[in-house]
């Protein structure tokens, strides 16, 4: 996952919610004393009996919680473009002279996990990647065989978005296996699973089965 596609699913997430009002995403506002453009990731506008009010949300994919530095610098972009409210939401949390920071000018902190990100944004996410943990297998690939002897044969499999690491269900033995890009696992069928930068290939029959 990279900082766009978490800016991304932190929009979604906003406009997911009923009655929040008007979600802009990537907008560019001038500085009230400079005139500048200034970039916010998302910029909320709501309208309720004749009044307005503007909220300002931030998202951080760091590695590491924020800490004040951080929450100072969203606070002086919420003000310099005349932000009503500003909220940051970070992929890693905040240590805790960040919140006391944020409660003492009264900005909200919210914490959204990589993988709750990905939950937004990734319609066919399995689960993180074990071998990389930087990114999700997307079961994306499944398929049907009929063989010589009329029988069916049925699997589901997919890759990690980053690593290309492969996941594989083999439906008639129920082995489930994870493979590493450019090498192959035989199955207890007898088939070899192979992950590679294409998807992930099968040789049926490979060996013999393992019954």
Not at 8 to 14: H, I, P, R
Not at 101 to 121: G, N, V, W, Y
Request: proline fraction near 3%; charge should be negative.
């Amino acid at each position: 996952m990279n900082w766009q596609e978490y800016q991304e699913a932190v929009a979604l997430l906003y406009e997911q919610m009923e009655g929040i009002g008007e979600v802009r995403r990537n907008v560019f506002l001038p500085d009230l004393v400079t005139g500048q453009r200034r970039q916010v990731d998302v910029m909320i506008e709501l309208n309720e009996r004749g009044h307005s009010l503007s909220m300002l949300i931030d998202a951080k994919f760091h590695s590491s919680p924020l800490d004040v530095k951080d929450i100072e610098e969203v606070a002086s972009l919420s003000r310099a473009v005349g932000a009503n409210k500003a909220i940051i939401v970070a992929s890693n949390g905040f240590t805790s002279p960040a919140v006391a920071k944020a409660k003492f000018i009264q900005c909200d902190l919210i914490t959204l996990s990589m993988e709750e990100a990905l939950d937004i944004i990734v319609p066919d996410k399995w689960k993180m990647c074990p071998s990389c943990n930087s990114d999700c297998i997307v079961l994306d690939q499944e398929g049907v065989v009929q063989f010589n002897d009329g029988s069916y044969f049925w699997w589901l499999a997919g890759q990690c978005r980053g690593c290309r690491c492969g996941r594989v269900h083999c439906q008639d033995c129920g082995e489930k296996m994870y493979i590493e890009i450019n090498e192959s696992m035989v199955c207890g069928c007898g088939h070899e699973w192979s992950s590679t930068p294409e998807g992930i290939t099968i040789q049926f029959f490979k060996e013999e089965p393992q019954w």
